[in-house]
């Protein structure tokens, strides 16, 4: 079966830096787009950004433009996100998921597989 599986998150001071993982198991890993979430209590799930299947088309929310890299390694079947300049604003839990459709998508809607979550909490 299909499992996502994030790490990597944690507690760091404003203008620290993460590097968040999503390994994937149970399906052709290559021939799906991917993308993170963030969801902080009582907030809608938020989509930060998402990478096409073979990784050439990248999306980014406009928060974290210029700050966050979303990347993927098909051969390793895992997806990153890297994380600098972090500020409080950030702090959430962050989710990565698999998509459904054919294009790259920050809704939430157009995904139907999620992981467990890692949490991440910048300091100010």
């Known amino acids: 079966q299909v499992q996502l599986v994030e790490s990597g998150g944690g507690s760091v001071q404003a203008g620290g830096s993460l590097r968040l993982s999503c390994a994937a198991s149970?399906?052709?890993?290559?021939?799906?787009?991917m993308g993170w979430f963030r969801q902080t209590p009582g907030k809608k799930r938020e989509g930060v950004a998402t990478?096409?299947?073979?990784?050439?088309?990248?999306q980014y929310v406009d928060s974290v433009k210029g700050r966050f890299t979303i990347s993927r390694d098909n051969a390793k079947n895992t997806m990153y996100l890297q994380m600098n300049s972090l500020k409080p604003e950030d702090t959430a839990m962050y989710y990565c998921?698999?998509?459904?459709?054919?294009?790259?998508?920050?809704?939430?809607?157009?995904?139907?597989?999620w992981g467990q979550g890692t949490q991440v909490t910048v300091s100010s």
């Open positions: 149970g399906y052709t890993y290559s021939t799906y787009y």
């Open positions: 998921a698999r998509g459904i459709g054919w294009f790259p998508s920050l809704n939430q809607d157009d995904y139907n597989y």
């Open positions: 990478i096409s299947a073979s990784g050439d088309t990248t």
